[in-house]
């Protein structure tokens, strides 16, 4: 049976293949996790469809490199072929079924070095998360004995310093000594932030990729990263549009009978990079609070819309620029002022 198209749905240990020939002849199969390279070695090049995850892009190299075609699929593009009940058969077939819809979209696979750069920014995501509940707790407890900052990450030292200060009197022993355990948390976190950043913003600099991203207003060293370790092959957008709806920064639609309705923004497509836009887009507006003249766009929409609302609108508007410099090339250049 010589099969043509297999569904593989992954799993910790036991993996489910649902393969098809071209006499629509099924395959069914469990394989152990140590058995699937050595299944897929002794088969004839086929196309393997898989449901796009964390292990996903290491299986889509291995089984590349056995010379299939592998194409990665997001879960939730696969769920409507899912028959009644949910089996891990199930899931291969549908699987199987899904990658050979022509309308179908693909996740391109990720190479170990990009793989490496989302590692690293997500190491990075979960210690500023793991920082600010310490800091939050932190001013929580000491408020509890009347002392209290400003806010703001630069007034943390403030409170590690009194925690740290063995003479003050206003807070007792016992707390003292926990909360000792809250600042070498925090410093930990300070540390493993610091050290993950410079090694981004040092790669950043001898990226010939990451120097044109960060020539874009609101787009940092860190941003840039994002973007290249998450958008593997923008050019499988069509468009900048496309890009962002991908982001989940344009407008959610639900329209029928012939009238359009726009909601908020969808939400959909990487957290972390749609926040690493926004936190920038908020930034440049910040700053054009106090030169207004720098961008003419985001000053009249701020003249009528919420500033959050503009803070998404211009991080959309980054996105569709980042798109258009990693498929056409070039940096950003800022359009000159009508006299």
């Avoid at 981004?200 to 600099?205: A, G, H, I, N, P």
């Avoid at 985001?298 to 508007?317: G, Q, T, Y």
């Amino acid at each position: 049976m010589k099969t043509t198209t297999i569904g593989l749905d992954l799993a910790k240990n036991v993996f489910q293949v649902h393969g098809v020939d071209e006499a629509d002849r099924v395959l069914r199969k469990k394989l152990r996790r140590a058995e699937v390279l050595s299944f897929f070695g002794s088969l004839p090049p086929a196309l393997v469809g898989i449901e796009a995850c964390g292990g996903a892009h290491h299986w889509a190299r291995e089984l590349s490199k056995l010379g299939h075609d592998v194409r990665l699929m997001p879960p939730a593009y696969v769920k409507p072929y899912v028959k009644r009940g949910k089996t891990d058969a199930l899931d291969a077939e549908a699987i199987c079924e899904a990658v050979t819809r022509p309308t179908m979209r693909f996740v391109a696979p990720k190479s170990e070095e990009q793989q490496s750069s989302g590692v690293e920014l997500k190491v990075r995501q979960l210690l500023v998360q793991q920082r600010t509940r310490c800091v939050n707790a932190l001013r929580g407890h000491l408020a509890e004995f009347g002392i209290v900052a400003a806010k703001g990450m630069g007034k943390v030292s403030e409170l590690v310093a009194v925690v740290r200060d063995m003479e003050d009197n206003r807070l007792p022993h016992a707390a003292r000594e926990a909360l000792l355990d809250l600042a070498r948390q925090i410093e930990a976190a300070d540390d493993g932030i610091r050290r993950l950043e410079t090694r981004l913003v040092r790669r950043s600099r001898t990226d010939e990729r990451a120097r044109r991203l960060a020539t874009i207003p609101g787009v940092g060293a860190i941003t840039a990263a994002a973007l290249q370790a998450t958008a593997v092959d923008p050019s499988a957008f069509r468009s900048a549009r496309h890009f962002a709806a991908w982001l989940g920064l344009t407008p959610r639609a639900n329209s029928s009978g012939g009238k359009e309705r726009r909601g908020g923004i969808s939400k959909q497509g990487n957290r972390m990079l749609r926040s690493l836009l926004v936190l920038g887009a908020t930034a440049q507006l910040r700053y054009l609070r106090t030169a207004p003249e720098r961008a003419e766009w985001a000053s009249r929409l701020l003249a009528r819309r919420p500033f959050k609302v503009v803070a998404v609108a211009l991080a959309n508007k980054m996105a569709r620029i980042a798109w258009a410099l990693l498929v056409r090339g070039g940096t950003y250049r800022m359009a000159a002022s009508a006299s």
